[in-house]
């Protein structure tokens, strides 16, 4: 990054030491009167200067330099993967106000841009560290899930979406989105929009070995959506309490396994986006009928 901005004085560059420090430096850029905040790093450093940013109470344009292993945020607004091309988007690029995920549990509130993922990949997020991703890159989410198969396991799950009575679930794994994607590129709310004011639930039910596999090849090949064990919903507020916890991770970062309220909150911030964004996604392809289909 200091390679980049050498050539500008009009760019400043503070280098975060953690999450704790990103969120302090994201609400201080603010707080100086910085028109532009942008973070460089991977989704967990998004997150965390998004949060300061968000502490600040004040409205600026908040933009994103992908340099991490998954860059999934990065993906739904369509930002260049060449860092250079991503930092000359913060001036050419458009600017769109993009809907939040507002995540209250255990007495923490904080901000989501992508999703939390629970269940499954929140046993994965847990697996995977920060030696672990550094060392492998994209692979150290198949190895983190690898870790996980042995904590395979259903949760008895009390979902109430939208104020509505709770809906006893036998969940496997929970994905509450705003952005399409997670673990790297996987399409796990391929539905998303990140404008329209609602968050999307992915719930993948608790199954056998095999059928848990089926729905992943179908993950894997660009459309889950149709499975039998997969179920689909959109909602602005989601309450989640299960037994045992579900883990929660909020942009891949692990936050809480105690009950967990998911709001949407809309256009809450202006966010600069690639050229090709689009808040419609693209309808996921038909795939053809599988060997054992559940």
């Known amino acids: ?24 430096l994201g609400k201080r850029a603010v707080d100086e009167g910085f028109e532009i905040v942008a973070a460089a790093g991977g989704d967990g450093t998004v997150n965390s200067v998004l949060n300061g940013v968000m ?17 999934d945020l990065a993906r739904t607004l369509a930002l260049p993967e060449d860092a250079r091309d991503a930092m000359a988007m913060l001036e050419v690029g458009r600017r769109e106000r993009l809907d939040l995920i507002k995540v209250e549990a255990d007495g923490i509130e904080t901000y ?19 030696e672990l991703k550094a060392r492998w890159g994209p692979l150290a989410y198949l190895i983190g899930s690898l870790k996980a198969v042995p904590e395979v396991r259903g949760h008895q799950t009390f979902v109430s979406f939208d104020g509505e009575p709770e809906e006893e679930i036998d969940a496997f794994n929970i994905v509450v989105a705003n952005g399409r994607t997670v673990a790297g590129g996987k399409n796990v709310a391929p539905m998303a929009n990140m404008q329209d004011g609602k968050l ?18 179908r993950l894997l090949a660009g459309n889950y959506l149709t499975s039998e064990r997969v179920e ?4 602005s507020r989601v309450s989640v309490r299960s037994h045992p916890g579900m883990w929660f991770n909020v942009d891949g970062e692990m936050l809480t396994d105690k009950p967990v309220t998911f709001s949407a909150v809309p256009q809450a911030l202006e966010v600069i986006v690639g050229t090709e964004y689009t808040a419609e996604p693209e309808q996921p392809r038909e795939l053809p009928e599988m060997e054992g289909k559940t």
């Open 232 to 235: 689909h919903r959109m909602a």
């Open 55 to 71: 502490a600040s109470g004040r409205q600026v344009t908040f933009g994103v330099v992908p340099l991490g292993t998954g860059n």
């Open 1 to 24: 990054m200091k390679e980049l901005i050498s050539h500008r004085d009009d760019i400043v560059l503070w280098e975060s030491s953690g999450a704790p420090h990103g969120r302090e």
């Open 200 to 217: 999307d639930v992915v719930i993948v039910h608790f199954g056998t070995i095999l059928e848990l596999a089926n729905v992943g090849a």
């Open 112 to 130: 989501g841009l992508n999703a939390a993922a629970g269940g499954f990949s929140g046993e994965v997020g847990e697996a995977i560290s920060s």
